[in-house]
C-alpha cells in the first residue's frame, strides 16, 4: 500500500511538471494569440482573438481563406488580403515600450516589405512585423531608424517558419528577430510607435489624413498563429517559443568567439522526462550533423573522435574543453528518456579566436596622402599577447619571412607606431604585419600581412546627380566577383535617397543605391563601374565621387538652377550642400580638384509637355551653374539619355531624349549616349547589367572628353 500511494504521487507530481511552465519560460498570457487551429476550412469573415486584450479581427471587405497549406491550416492573404482588429495596441507595446510577437507563418513572396501583423500606422513612428527582404527593415518597420532588416538572410519562401520579434524597450533598446530558433537580424535603437491604433493582420495602415486609410504591404502566404506579449522574451523563451524541444545550449553561444582558449559546454533542458545526455563535439560540422552514440568514445582532449559519451540528466555541463587558436568547433546534446527515446539536439558552432592583431588604420589596401600628418599605423591587439613585434618591407613575402622587427618588444597596450619612413615614394605599396607573442603556454602568431599605399595629393572628384536611376534601383543580386565589396582605388561621399543613410568618403562598393522595391541583396547605381573604370585609367592615383541623387525628381522645379529663373529648386540646394560637405570632410592633405560630372535624369520631366520643351534650356542653366559653382568653368559634363518606354507619356520620351541632344550639340565639353538597349527591371529601371553597362559608359565618355 505504501508503495501504491508513492506510485500514485509520483504520478500526480510528474504531471504537474509537465503542466507547468518551464524554468525561464514565460507564463504571462500573451496580450493577442491567434490559432488558426481552431478555424473551419473556407472563407473567413472574423477570426477572435483569444489573448487578454480579447476582441476580433474581421476580413474588412477582402477575401482571406482558411485553408491546409502544407499540412498545416493556416489562414491564406492573396496579396491584397487583410484583417482588421475591433480593439487597439494597448499603451503597453506603444511609445518606446518592450514588446514581442511570435508567428508561424508560410510567404511566397517577400518582395520589399510584408506585415504580418502591425499595430500602428505609416508613415511615421508606425510598428510592422514583417517577412520581407527590404534591406533595412524587412523585419521590423517603424518608419524611422530604429527598425530592422534580415541581415543574415530573408526567410525562405514556400516553407513554414517560426518567425520571433522581440525589443527590449526604452531608449536605445535591443530589437531582434528569430527564424527557427536561429537569430537572423539585431540592432539597438529607439522605437517611438503612436498610440491607440487598431491591430492589422496580413498587412498595414496608411493614414493620409483625418480618418483616412489605406492598406500597404500585404503578405502572400499563409498565418497559422500569432502572439504578442508586452515584454522582450529572453533568449530560452524564444528558444521555447519557436517550437524546440531539445536541449537549449547556453554556452557558449551559437556563432560566438571565445577569449579563452578552454571552455565547458552548458545547456538547459527544455523537456520534461530527461534521463541522460548524449555529448557530441568535433571540428567538422557535417559530421556533427549525422553523427551518433556509435561512434567509438573519445576523450575531452581527442578532437579527432565525435562521441564524447553519455552523463546523467542532472549534469548539463561538459568541460572544460582545450581549444586551438582560430579553429572553429560544434557541438549537440542528445536528450535520452527512461525508455530509450531520442531528442535529437541542434548543431551549434563556436569558435576559438584566432590570437592575432586585427583592424588594421588604413585597413589593409588602404593609403596615406603625401605629405599628410595622418601617418600612423595602428591596429587592435591579439586578445593573448603579453609582447607585441612589429615587421616592415616592400613585399609581403619579405615582410612574412623577416626575424627582423623594426619595434620590438612593444607592450601588450600598444596599439600603434609611427609611419616608419620619413619621406616615402608617392605610389609605392608598402606591407606590415604584427606579431603577437602570447602567455598562457600560447604559441607566438605571426599575424596577418597587411599593405598601406602612399599616394598623390591631387584628388579629383567626380560628381554624380539625377533621379532614381542615378541613384541606383538595379539588384546587387548577379554583379561580377570583382564588383562586390570595397574598391580600393576609389572613394565616395553620397547623400540623398541611398539606402545608405549617409555614407562619408568612404571606399566605393557595392550597395550604394536607392533600392526602389527593395532588390533582395541591396542596390548600385551608375556609380560603381563609373568609379572602377575611372581609377584603372589613373594608376597610381585614388578617385573621389560625390553622389547625391534623388527618386522620382524633376529638372523643371525641384532641381532648377538659378539660372533658370524662377525659384532655384531644393534638390539644387542640397546638391551644393552636399559638394561643400564633402570637400570639408576630405583629408586637408588632398588638393581636390572637381574633374567632372555625370548626369542620368529626365524621366520625370519626360511626362508633362512643359518640361519637356523647356529642358534643354533648363540643363544648359543647370551646368552652368554647377560649373560656377565649383569653379570649373569648362568642367566637363556627361548626361545619359534616358529610355523609351511608355511610362514617359505617348511620345516615350523621345522629345525629352531630343532635348539632351540637343544641350550636347550647343554647350561645350559635353557628351551624351543611348540607354535604349538596356532591359528594365520595372517599367523605369535599368538591370543589374544595364546599370553595370551605363558607369561603364559614362567612363568611356568622360575619358574622351578629357583627352580632348
Excluded at 482588429?85 to 499603451?91: C, G, H, K, Q, S
Amino acid at each position: 500500500m505504501k508503495n501504491m500511494k508513492k506510485a500514485i504521487w509520483m504520478l500526480i507530481f510528474q504531471a504537474l511538471v509537465a503542466w507547468m511552465p518551464n524554468p525561464g519560460v514565460c507564463a504571462t498570457e500573451p496580450l493577442v494569440d491567434m490559432d488558426a487551429g481552431r478555424l473551419t476550412e473556407g472563407p473567413l469573415s472574423a477570426w477572435d482573438n483569444t489573448g487578454s486584450l480579447k476582441g476580433t479581427f474581421k476580413n474588412d471587405g477582402t477575401q482571406p481563406q482558411v485553408k491546409i497549406i502544407g499540412g498545416t491550416k493556416a489562414v491564406a492573404f492573396g496579396g491584397g488580403d487583410h484583417m482588421l482588429a475591433d480593439f487597439t495596441a494597448p499603451d503597453s507595446i506603444t511609445g518606446d515600450r518592450p514588446f514581442s510577437c511570435v508567428v508561424r507563418a508560410y510567404c511566397t513572396d517577400i518582395r520589399g516589405e510584408r506585415a504580418l501583423i502591425s499595430w500602428s500606422t505609416r508613415p511615421s513612428n508606425c510598428l510592422e512585423i514583417e517577412y520581407g527582404d527590404a534591406p533595412q527593415w524587412g523585419a521590423i518597420g517603424t518608419y524611422s531608424d530604429a527598425q530592422l532588416g534580415w541581415t543574415k538572410g530573408a526567410p525562405q519562401t514556400g516553407k513554414w517558419h517560426r518567425l520571433v520579434y522581440t525589443y527590449t524597450g526604452g531608449k536605445d533598446g535591443t530589437l531582434q528577430a528569430w527564424c527557427d530558433s536561429e537569430l537572423r537580424a539585431e540592432k539597438r535603437g529607439t522605437v517611438a510607435t503612436k498610440p491607440g491604433k487598431q491591430f492589422v493582420l496580413g498587412a498595414c495602415q496608411a493614414e493620409d489624413g483625418p480618418n483616412k486609410f489605406r492598406y500597404e504591404h500585404a503578405i502572400v502566404g499563409a498565418i497559422a498563429s500569432v502572439k504578442v506579449y508586452d515584454h522582450a522574451l529572453s533568449p530560452f523563451e524564444v528558444w521555447k517559443a519557436s517550437g524546440m524541444d531539445t536541449p537549449y545550449p547556453v554556452a557558449p553561444g551559437r556563432d560566438s568567439e571565445l577569449g579563452g582558449i578552454t571552455t565547458t559546454l552548458k545547456w538547459e533542458p527544455v523537456a520534461v522526462g530527461a534521463a541522460t545526455y548524449d555529448i557530441y563535439v568535433g571540428t567538422n560540422q557535417a559530421a556533427l550533423e549525422t553523427a551518433t552514440k556509435d561512434l567509438p568514445a573519445g576523450k575531452a582532449a581527442d578532437w579527432s573522435r565525435i562521441y564524447k559519451g553519455n552523463q546523467p540528466a542532472a549534469q548539463t555541463e561538459f568541460g572544460p574543453l582545450v581549444l586551438k587558436l582560430g579553429t572553429t568547433y560544434y557541438w549537440r546534446i542528445d536528450q535520452r528518456g527512461d525508455q530509450g527515446t531520442v531528442k535529437r539536439g541542434v548543431v551549434f558552432g563556436f569558435s576559438a579566436g584566432s590570437g592575432l592583431a586585427a583592424n588594421p588604420k588604413p585597413d589593409t589596401g588602404g593609403f596615406f596622402v603625401d605629405g599628410s600628418k595622418k601617418t600612423e599605423l595602428a591596429w587592435r591587439p591579439g586578445r593573448h599577447a603579453v609582447k607585441q613585434n612589429i615587421y616592415f618591407g616592400n613585399t609581403a613575402a619579405e615582410v612574412l619571412a623577416s626575424n627582423k622587427p623594426i619595434a620590438a618588444d612593444l607592450p601588450a597596450s600598444a596599439t600603434s607606431i609611427p609611419f616608419p619612413v620619413k619621406e616615402p615614394v608617392v605610389g609605392k605599396t608598402c606591407f606590415w604585419r604584427v606579431e603577437s607573442v602570447n602567455g598562457d603556454n600560447i604559441p607566438t602568431t605571426k599575424g596577418e600581412v597587411w599593405s598601406v599605399r602612399i599616394i598623390k595629393k591631387k584628388l579629383k572628384i567626380y560628381l554624380l546627380g539625377g533621379q532614381s536611376n542615378a541613384s541606383g534601383c538595379a539588384s546587387c543580386i548577379g554583379l561580377p566577383e570583382e564588383l562586390v565589396g570595397p574598391q580600393k582605388n576609389v572613394i565616395v561621399f553620397a547623400r540623398g535617397s541611398i539606402k545608405v543613410k549617409e555614407y562619408g568618403w568612404d571606399w566605393l562598393k557595392d550597395g550604394l543605391g536607392d533600392g526602389f522595391g527593395d532588390r533582395g541583396k541591396g542596390a548600385f547605381g551608375p556609380e560603381l563601374t563609373f568609379g572602377v573604370h575611372m581609377a584603372k585609367a589613373k594608376p597610381g592615383e585614388v578617385v573621389g565621387i560625390i553622389k547625391c541623387a534623388w527618386g522620382a525628381t524633376d529638372l523643371a522645379r525641384q532641381w532648377r538652377p538659378p539660372g533658370a529663373g524662377g525659384e532655384t529648386g531644393p534638390l539644387f540646394k542640397g546638391f551644393v550642400e552636399a559638394l561643400h560637405q564633402g570637400l570639408a570632410a576630405l583629408d586637408p592633405a588632398f588638393e581636390p580638384e572637381f574633374a567632372g560630372m555625370i548626369w542620368m535624369q529626365g524621366e520625370s520631366d519626360a511626362s508633362n509637355k512643359q518640361m519637356t520643351a523647356d529642358y534643354a534650356k533648363t540643363l544648359t542653366a543647370f551646368i552652368k551653374d554647377i560649373r560656377e559653382e565649383v569653379k570649373q568653368l569648362n568642367m566637363p559634363f556627361v548626361l545619359a539619355q534616358i529610355s523609351k518606354v511608355p511610362a514617359w507619356g505617348p511620345d516615350q520620351g523621345d522629345g525629352l531624349r531630343a532635348a539632351q541632344l540637343e544641350v550636347t550639340k550647343t554647350v561645350p565639353n559635353t557628351a551624351t549616349f543611348p540607354t535604349d538597349d538596356y532591359k528594365l527591371c520595372d517599367p523605369w529601371h535599368y538591370d543589374t547589367q544595364g546599370m553595370v553597362s551605363l558607369g561603364e559608359r559614362f567612363a568611356k565618355a568622360m575619358l574622351n572628353l578629357e583627352t580632348k
